[in-house]
């Protein structure tokens, strides 16, 4: 495969939507068949569905949550695993002489991908840690109250007058060293997939720039490694208004060294950001 391949990667929650809407938007080859909206992402999130579908398998056969949640990767594919990615990879590039994909997934299986692809360039998206744990709890709140806003009236009256005012509450308590532990899983195995590649085989945004380092990116990716694309204005993409303010997690984090193990994994990203 020497066709030119862009690996569109970040964790959940990240932007990577978003950034690939606009790629999309730009010419890029994507995909033929995409994840449509939902909640938290109204204008859809630009996921190849064979990828989101074959990232979704190889974890349920793991026996790992299929959202990609988890708290590690898995350390091996089987010979079939294997197989069907190479597969997967092969139909992709038939026909698409410049192509890439999105899914947060991708983070999990990097090693693979770095093996079968060994000439893909990697456009990673880093979003702040508590800004991440934030969206995601935001995420199940938003969900809860969908869920109960489709009940029956009793049920409806006991969400908002009873529950819902601490629901909020209970799900950063619940929820906040999960999220961030899984935050560290997709940051910590970005740091170690760019540490074995050449520095011209990536670069790293910060989510908060990418308003103002749109043309910069495009830039690299037409000048730097020659992807054919038309620059599409990011501001007719990009919704500041949907952009939540961010939750207050940390005196709900129980482990603290998680919180050093975070800040520390993003610092060494950000070193390494645009």
Not at 82 to 107: E, F, I, M, V, Y
Not at 147 to 155: A, G
Not at 243 to 268: F, G, N
């Amino acid at each position: 495969m020497n066709n030119k391949v862009l690996v569109i990667t970040g964790m959940h929650r990240s932007g990577t939507s978003l950034l690939t809407q606009w790629l999309y938007k730009c010419g890029l080859h994507v995909g033929d068949s995409f994840l449509g909206a939902g909640i938290g992402n109204n204008d859809g999130h630009y996921e190849d569905i064979d990828f989101y579908n074959y990232h979704q398998q190889v974890l349920t056969e793991h026996e790992l949550p299929s959202d990609g949640l988890v708290p590690a990767s898995p350390q091996a594919l089987t010979t079939a695993q294997r197989t069907s990615l190479k597969a997967l990879l092969h139909r992709k590039a038939a026909g698409n002489t410049q192509w890439g994909w999105k899914d947060p997934r991708t983070c999990l299986f990097l090693p693979f991908y770095r093996e079968t692809l060994p000439h893909a360039r990697y456009l990673v998206i880093l979003r702040d840690y508590k800004t991440v744990v934030s969206s995601l709890v935001q995420r199940l709140y938003t969900l809860h109250a969908w869920k109960y806003e489709q009940s029956d009236l009793i049920t409806k009256l006991i969400w908002r007058y009873f529950k819902k005012p601490y629901r909020k509450n209970k799900l950063l308590k619940q929820y906040c060293d999960e999220h961030l532990a899984v935050w560290i899983t997709y940051n910590e195995a970005i740091l170690k997939h760019l540490q074995q590649l050449p520095a011209e085989a990536y670069i790293v945004v910060e989510n908060t720039k990418l308003k103002t380092s749109n043309k910069e990116i495009f830039s690299h990716l037409s000048g730097s490694w020659n992807f054919d694309l038309q620059y599409h204005d990011f501001d007719t993409l990009y919704k500041e208004k949907l952009v939540s303010d961010p939750l207050d997690i940390i005196h709900y984090v129980k482990d603290p060294s998680l919180l050093q193990k975070a800040a520390d994994i993003q610092c060494r990203l950000l070193a390494m950001a645009l």
